[in-house]
């Protein structure tokens, strides 16, 4: 499972309330990312970091931040829950081989 | 980033090899071609990559024609527990400093039966 847990694995909102999602790693990777998925969508890039404080967007990055204050976590905040970011999201680390490897996913449903 | 293109759906009999082509005829030199597959309900599992030579690892065997253009993911003895899509993406070479996402298509959902 290459050392990496996302908490919490379920949750509930309500639209407008702020949310945090947890990416922990016991690996050491440098690289670490945000993913969603969604039917028909695939996974999609929402951020990633390449170190400590250092991060950058992908592709759907709006309405989302991140913040790396640890090489072992990453943090993905929606500051204003919509419905549209309900969704289930994958954090995922990336080896010095280029392999990424996924955490169980957490699945946000926003209300 | 190179288009990749998979069939929708395989089915396959447990016990014998699963073979799930990929093709990718606009792939660049220092693209590499790698496979993931995904359970239901999990996260994305890496299974394989390679340049150009054909590999093989625990899990499975990739096999990349000459001219790069197409590859095939073949796993030997399929069980009920490979059912799941399976993702080939190309990327580029990390250390050109490329390859900071996957870019995960809609895959090829394989089904193993009895």
């Known amino acids: 499972d290459a050392g990496i847990t996302q908490s919490p694995r379920h949750k509930v909102t309500e639209t407008g309330t702020p949310v945090t999602l947890r990416c922990h790693q016991t690996e050491n990777h440098r690289y670490m990312y945000w993913y969603r998925q969604d039917p028909g969508h695939g996974l999609r890039l929402i951020h990633y970091s390449y170190g400590v404080k250092d991060t950058d967007k992908g592709e759907v990055s709006d309405g989302y931040s991140v913040s790396r204050s640890k090489t072992e976590d990453f943090l993905l905040t929606l500051e204003s829950a919509t419905s549209s970011q309900t969704s289930v999201y994958f954090c995922?680390?990336?080896?010095?081989?280029?392999?990424?490897?996924f955490g169980p996913g957490t699945r946000l449903t926003v209300t | 980033d190179a288009k990749t293109t998979q069939p929708p759906s395989m089915d396959c009999a447990e016990g014998r090899a699963a073979n799930l082509p990929c093709n990718h005829s606009t792939i660049s030199g220092n693209e590499y071609v790698y496979w993931y597959r995904q359970i239901h309900s999990q996260g994305p599992q890496y299974i394989i990559h390679g340049l150009k030579n054909n590999e093989t690892n625990e899990m499975a065997s990739l096999i990349i024609t000459e001219d790069r253009k197409s590859s095939t993911l073949i796993l030997p003895h399929a069980t009920l527990r490979d059912t799941a899509v399976y993702y080939c993406i190309v990327r580029p070479d990390i250390l050109t400093g490329g390859g900071n996402k996957l870019t995960f298509g809609t895959g090829t959902q394989l089904k193993v039966e009895l």
């Open positions: 995922a680390i990336r080896n010095k081989y280029g392999e990424q490897y």
